[in-house]
């Protein structure tokens, strides 16, 4: 691990502190954990994202199949059962 330091405010530190002795774990520990918690949340994309991207890819692939549309749960099922 890196060593690092931050500064926070008196009731950071309380926070931290209760955090800390009630999940029986390290400062430090529950640090990791907010940053990891963090760095997860951050890189999800909202609805609306969502929906761009999908709606920007629909359309760009060739499934090969004619009965894509008609068809589409029966591949799906086999898809998964492979």
Known sequence: MVRTQVQ??????ASLKH???EQHVSM????RRAV???ART???PDDKTRRQKAAAAAGRFHSGC???AKE???Y???AFHR
């Open 19 to 21: 955090l800390a002795a």
């Open 66 to 68: 004619g009965d894509l």
């Open 8 to 13: 926070l405010t008196e009731e950071q530190v």
């Open 72 to 74: 589409h749960d029966r």
């Open 76 to 78: 799906v099922a086999e």
């Open 42 to 44: 951050r890189f999800v």
């Open 36 to 38: 990891d918690l963090l």
């Open 28 to 31: 430090a520990g529950i640090i």
